[in-house]
Every structure is written in C-alpha cells, then in structure tokens.
C-alpha cells in the first residue's frame, strides 16, 4: 500500500497528467468559497430538469434504465439524422443555458452541473465529427445491445408495459436496417470493423432469430423472455389467461414479422460485405485519419487530452511498478519471484473447462463475496446501498469464451436488481481473482456506484444517467484497493491476485495504445497479453478484439484510478486531522459520474468546505 501511495505521489506521474490535462481539468485549481443552496440553485435545477425532460424524448431507452415510461414503447433513433437532430437540440439548451444563467452565481453542485452539462455538448460535438468511426455493431453493439436492454431493462407490471415491449420488439427490424444503414455508409468511407467481429455479428444475430417462434428447435432468448414476463404479470393476476394469451399472439407476430426480417437483412449484408473487412492490423492507424479519431477516442474516454505516446509511456511504468510489488508479496508468500507465485496458484487450480457444477459454484462463490464486501462497507462509506445485487450468467446469446465480466445497477425503486454478469464459456479462472472481480463489477464497485446514483436527492435527473469512462472505471479500480483496506480479500493469493488485476489493467493502456497508435497486429497485442498481463489465449483474445472495436475505452481504467488517488492524497494533506476517509468516499460516489476535470473541481470545493468547517 505504501509503495503504491509513494507512486501516486511522485512528481513525475503528476506532472504527467497534470501537463497533458487542459489546464481546468487536471490541474489545482484555487478552491472555491462554499456556498449553500441557493434559490438561483433551485430555479437552475429546474430549469436542468425540464430540459432532461426534453432529452429523453431523443432516447427512451435512458428513460427505461431510468425507472420512467416515458416512450416505452420505443426504442432510440439509431440513424445519423437523429444523432444530428440531438446534436442541434442541445446546442440550443447549452445556448439556452447561457442565456438564462450565470455559472458563478450558482452554488458548488450547481456549478458541477452546469460544468457538466455545457462539457456534454462539447463531448457530442466531438463524437458527431467522428460518427462513422463509431460501430454500431461493435461489442455490445445494436444487434445484441437492443436484445439485452429488453430482457433487462424494459420491466413489465401491467398489460400496458406487454404492450409496450412487444412494440419495442416489432421495431427491433427497423433498429437494425437504421444500424446497418450508417455501417454501409462508414464502409464506404472505408470505415469498417475487423473480420473478426464481422463473424461475431453474423453468429449472435442467427442466434438471435433461432429456434421458437421462428422454426424448431428450443425458445430463442426473446421469447423466452416474453413467455416469462407474461406468465409473471397472469401469475400476480395483472392479465387473464385470454389476455395473456393476446400478449403471446401479439409478441410471436413482433418477432417474427418485425424483428427477424430485419435481422436477416443485416446477416446477408454482413455476409456480403465480410469480404473486404480487415484482419491481422486492424487498429485505427488502417483507417483515414484514424490517428485523429484515436485521440478523439481517448479524450472522449478519458475526459483528459493524454497524447497516446503519454499513456503508452505511463503503462509501461505502471507495468514495471506493479511487477515489483508482486515479487515482494510473492516472497511474503514464501516464494521466489512472482512468476514462480502464479505458476504454484495455477498448479493448484487450473483452469478447467466449465460444467454446469462449477458455474453454479463459482456463482454461489461469487454471490458470497459480495455479501461478505457488503458487511464491510460501513468502516469506508457512510452512504450504503440499499437495493439487492445478484451474479448471474452473461445471456446465452451474448456469451463468449474469455468474455470480460459487467454490471448493470438496479432500477430506481429497486425492482430490478443490480447485476454482475460473467462469461462462462471456455475454461474456468483462477478462484482467487475472483473477490477482486467482484470487488470491481460489484461491492463498492459499479452495481454499488449504480445503487447511489438512481438514489441521488437533490441534483438535476440528467447526473442520474450521465456516464463517464475514466470515472466510472476509475471508481472501479479505486474499489479493489477499497476493499485491500476493509480486508475483504480473504488470503494472500486473493491480494495477489488484486495486483494481477491492476497489472492487466496497466498493460491495457500499452495494449490499447500499442494497436491504434503504434500499429501492432491482434496477434501482437495478444502475445502482450499473455506474456506481460497473464490471461490465458481466450481471454487475451476477448480483450483484445475489445480494444480493436472499442478504442480507448480501455485505458479509462488506470487514468481514472490515478486521478481519484491523487485527489484523495490531495485532501489528505490538505486537511490534515480533518481528513475523513468515509466522507471523502461518500462525496465521490455521490456526486454522479463525473468528467475528470468537473471531479477536480468538486473535491477541490469539499475541501474548502470540509477546512472551514
């Protein structure tokens, strides 16, 4: 721990992200003076509030992870017109903004959201000047994305929202042909996916639109879906059988005169366009100007202006630091080097393929560690999740060997839990990585982030839905060394096993930098992988054809982590006898998902705050 606090501390470090940050962002900017709420505050939130209202109305799908109906039964315009059409209209709110209000004399938080509120138009400008560069059938992309949103999120209480999803499904064809319309588009830029992932489309989507109601064979994932929310709502007495068996009709005829034809229309595209996809260099530097939307990737990502030379240049430091700190618990353990560590961890529990036994006992494992993090939350946060969390398994259409596990939160009130999924297909993981892991996807980590948020009082509805890489993954990080100091790793292979995490997550920045900037092949970053951050083929695979369709995304994790650490080592010393680890956690996590540069200057404040106290 003391080494890796030295770490955070180091000139160096900091200058380097403190020199490649715009000068509001990651810099120390002079606190400002407290300030209670104000009624320009109040007046300001509700102005936010009416115009989030509006917002919605371009994505009714935030509005479902939000616990709202509004539009439930539609799904978000996925064309380049609407991206435009939103685009224009917070333009207009931004400008509105402006007009109405001045930022300084707003409160503390009503200067974080107007901060933020003015930041996420920049950030849309920036992603409309890239569009085509953005997949829509990238991991977790519209064809398997828009499925998964279904099952999970559209919650069904009544006939009414049957109604509504059944709507959804009938128009998940037209999502499709809207998707593939702007891949078209981007291909004749030439803009296009790897071959790879080419493959993974064509495969999740036949999955998709196989078996009932569309031939033989077992339900496919949405209508078994359908089946058990309509036996659900007949089950509490919301439907009659006839009604019931309404839903049914009218769900079997969406699917397979709405949703399947278009899914067909995207496999044969696919399939004929599979032919001119790239392989082997894939990163950004194969497409025009993809330097350009690299860097652009990466400030979307990591809300700094970090160069790619930066990042790759702090990943390998970070590899090197970590490193040492394995060999010295390697050695408590009472072993030579880290490697010889990891090869008797292994020894002990190889990796094995999965069998219906071991995923239910890797996810009754699972579940445990949560509990156990769960019931040490109260020595580093005041403000506690309220809302049941729950592993299960990544959905069957979606799953892949080597697959990085996630989370989703919970719904507003609760009625939908909050989720880790893991991938359990292939060979299984080591045992001691996974109080880590769920550390990280769950308690303090995302589901519990998720928990907080929908939870929040007082701020503007639009800091509910805002979602920011680096802080989120960041927090994420943060999470696993939260729980090295509430003790929840159980032995010295879990605490090893923590840095091994960190250790990847040091090598993705030199991954992810290595196959868009410095043009490495898949092959290449794969062996990285295997070598440097000790995954195993499938899963140094996975993550790698992550970072080709996804970049920068994965170097959000390490700048996130080291700007919270630095900020906490900030107020560490700055408040001295005054410094209260609880509250410090508590204002991160309660204050949304913030850009980096809008986190600054909110610690920056609870500072003042917490030293005129």
Same mark, same amino acid.
């Given at each position: 721990m003391g080494t890796m606090i030295q770490l955070f501390r180091s !000139?160096?470090?900091? #200058? /380097?992200?403190?020199?490649? !940050?715009?000068?509001? #962002? /990651?810099g120390a900017p002079q606190p400002a003076p407290a300030q209670a709420p104000t009624a320009e505050t109040q007046r300001?939130?509700?102005?936010?509030?009416?115009?989030?209202v509006q917002a919605l109305a371009f994505s009714p799908q935030t509005a479902t992870t939000l616990g709202r109906r509004d539009g439930y039964d539609r799904l978000n315009d996925l064309s380049e017109a609407g991206e435009l059409k939103a685009l224009e209209w917070r333009r207009g709110s931004v400008a509105r903004m402006k007009q109405g209000f001045q930022r300084d004399k707003l409160s503390g938080e009503g200067r974080i959201s107007f901060d933020m509120w003015s930041q996420e138009l920049d950030r849309a400008e920036l992603a409309y000047r890239f569009r085509r560069y953005d997949f829509p059938f990238g991991g977790g992309g519209a064809h398997s994305g828009l499925p998964s949103f279904l099952i999970g999120s559209h919650l069904v209480d009544s006939a009414a929202d049957m109604?509504?999803?059944n709507a959804r499904l009938s128009a998940l064809g037209s999502a499709m042909d809207q998707a593939r319309a702007r891949a078209s588009q981007a291909a004749k830029d030439g803009i296009r996916m790897p071959r790879f992932q080419y493959e993974r489309v064509i495969a999740e989507s036949r999955k998709l639109i196989s078996g009932q109601p569309?031939?033989?064979?077992?339900?496919s994932p949405l209508w078994n879906d359908t089946k058990a929310k309509v036996a659900k709502l007949q089950a509490a007495g919301k439907v009659t059988p006839a009604e019931a068996e309404s839903l049914l009709n009218d769900a079997q005829a969406a699917l397979r005169t709405g949703m399947k034809p278009g899914y067909e229309r995207l496999i044969a595209w696919a399939e004929g366009d599979i032919g001119q996809a790239p392989s082997g260099k894939v990163g950004a530097l194969t497409l025009p100007e993809g330097l350009d939307w690299y860097q652009a990737a990466i400030t979307l990502q990591t809300t700094t202006t970090l160069t790619p030379d930066?990042?790759?240049?702090?990943?390998?430091?970070?590899?090197?630091?970590?490193?040492?700190e394995q060999d010295a618990l390697a050695k408590t353990a009472g072993f030579k080097d880290a490697d010889t560590y990891y090869a008797e961890l292994l020894r002990l529990d190889p990796p094995q393929p999965y069998t219906d036994e071991s995923r239910a006992e890797i996810l009754t494992y699972s579940n445990s560690l949560i509990a156990t993090a769960r019931e040490k939350l109260p020595t580093m946060f005041n403000n506690l999740p309220a809302y049941r969390m729950e592993v299960i398994r990544e959905p069957s259409f979606s799953e892949v060997a080597g697959g990085a596990a996630h989370a989703s939160g919970p719904s507003p009130d609760g009625a939908r839990p909050g989720r880790v999924y893991l991938h359990m297909l292939g060979r299984t993981q080591l045992r001691a990585s996974l109080a880590d892991l769920m550390c990280h996807e769950g308690a303090p980590g995302h589901v519990m982030q998720g928990d907080i948020r929908v939870r929040q009082q007082g701020a503007p509805q639009f800091r509910l839905a805002a979602r920011n890489a680096a802080f989120n993954e960041g927090w994420g990080l943060y999470s696993e060394l939260l729980c090295k100091e509430m003790g929840v790793y159980p032995d010295i292979a879990s605490d090893f096993m923590r840095l091994d995490a960190e250790l990847f997550r040091a090598a993705r920045l030199v991954t992810d930098t290595g196959l868009h900037a410095k043009g490495w092949?898949?092959?290449?970053?794969?062996?990285?992988?295997?070598?440097?951050?000790?995954?195993?083929?499938?899963?140094?695979?996975?993550?790698?054809?992550r970072y080709i369709v996804n970049p920068g995304q994965a170097t959000a994790y390490k700048i996130g982590m080291i700007r919270i650490l630095q900020l906490r080592d900030q107020a560490r010393t700055a408040l001295g006898p005054k410094f209260d680890l609880k509250a410090f956690n508590d204002v991160l996590i309660g204050s949304g998902s913030l850009p980096l540069s809008v986190l600054d200057r909110r610690i920056q404040d609870w500072i003042a705050e917490r030293k005129a106290s």
């Open positions: !000139a160096a470090l900091a #200058a /380097l992200l403190l020199s490649a !940050a715009p000068a509001q #962002a /990651l300001f939130n509700a102005f936010l509030d009416a115009e989030f109604r509504a999803y569309f031939g033989d064979g077992p339900d930066q990042i790759h240049a702090l990943g390998l430091s970070e590899v090197k630091r970590i490193q040492g092949t898949e092959d290449q970053a794969i062996a990285y992988l295997q070598a440097t951050g000790r995954r195993g083929p499938e899963q140094a695979r996975a993550e790698t054809r």
